[in-house]
């Protein structure tokens, strides 16, 4: 069964920073990898989404990697601000197998604050 | 474009009773939607897949009389909780597929479930 773990849990840092979370699934069968935001309380956002096909995409200030073989994703974040404070999950989707439900299997997240 | 909202955002009810979360897409037809649920400081965990006209396709461990979903049309699935527990106040997400659009899923703004 898939497993999707992130790393850091928790993450603070000054504004202005550089940083980087990990993501780590256990089967690399995958068909996609999504980066979500969360808000305290609220839905998610999309904010990147990586074809199996793909190494990375970017978006703005945001670059996300993906090293299907290992079964690693990384999402860097430039320049970091206050506003960019939330929980990021990252997930991963394998495509329909004919049976079973197919949807996202989740990270727990990491919970980043960005001091002022 | 790629809108998904829910109803309620936020429900309290007294414990025995049913509640019905209410998913639609507002701009776009959806063959397939998911249902999540996240309890605190805990990921996203898919429940089950709901396809149009057909049976929900739950996860292990979701008991499927407990949690009834109908996709009665392309652009609503509604998800009941039957005589909900305490244990059973979580966050309700759901999210949908574009006909012919890929895998991307687009997520509603979730639903808070507080049960008495």
């Known amino acids: 069964k898939q497993e999707v773990t992130q790393i850091p849990a928790a993450l603070s840092v000054p504004e202005g920073e550089n940083l980087v979370l990990n993501c780590s699934f256990t089967?690399?069968?995958?068909?996609?990898l999504q980066w979500f935001r969360q808000d305290p309380g609220k839905g998610l956002t999309s904010l990147l989404l990586?074809?199996?096909?793909?190494r990375e995409q970017t978006s703005g200030r945001l670059n996300a990697s993906l090293d299907k073989s290992s079964g690693r994703s990384t999402l860097y974040i430039a320049a970091s601000q206050p506003g960019d404070s939330a929980t990021y999950l990252c997930?991963?989707?394998?495509?329909?197998?004919?049976?079973?439900?197919?949807?996202?299997?989740f990270g727990k997240g990491t919970h980043l604050i960005i001091q002022p | 474009g790629a809108v998904v909202s829910q109803h309620p955002s936020w429900v309290i009810c007294k414990s025995g009773t049913s509640v019905k979360i209410e998913c639609r897409s507002l701009?776009?037809?959806?063959?397939?939607m998911f249902w999540y649920r996240q309890f605190p400081k805990q990921s996203l965990m898919l429940m089950a897949t709901?396809?149009?006209?057909?049976?929900?396709?739950?996860e292990q461990g979701v008991e499927k009389d407990k949690f009834l979903i109908n996709h009665a049309s392309l652009t609503l699935s509604t998800l009941t909780v039957t005589s909900a527990h305490p244990e059973d106040s979580s966050f309700y997400i759901c999210?949908?597929?574009?006909?012919?659009?890929?895998?991307?899923?687009?997520f509603g703004p979730g639903t808070r479930l507080l049960v008495l």
């Open positions: 999210s949908a597929e574009i006909v012919g659009g890929g895998e991307t899923q687009y």
């Open positions: 089967d690399s069968a995958i068909y996609n």
């Open positions: 990586i074809q199996s096909s793909q």
């Open positions: 997930a991963v989707f394998i495509g329909y197998s004919g049976g079973g439900a197919d949807g996202l299997t």
């Open positions: 701009d776009f037809q959806a063959t397939t």
């Open positions: 709901s396809n149009e006209g057909s049976k929900a396709t739950y």
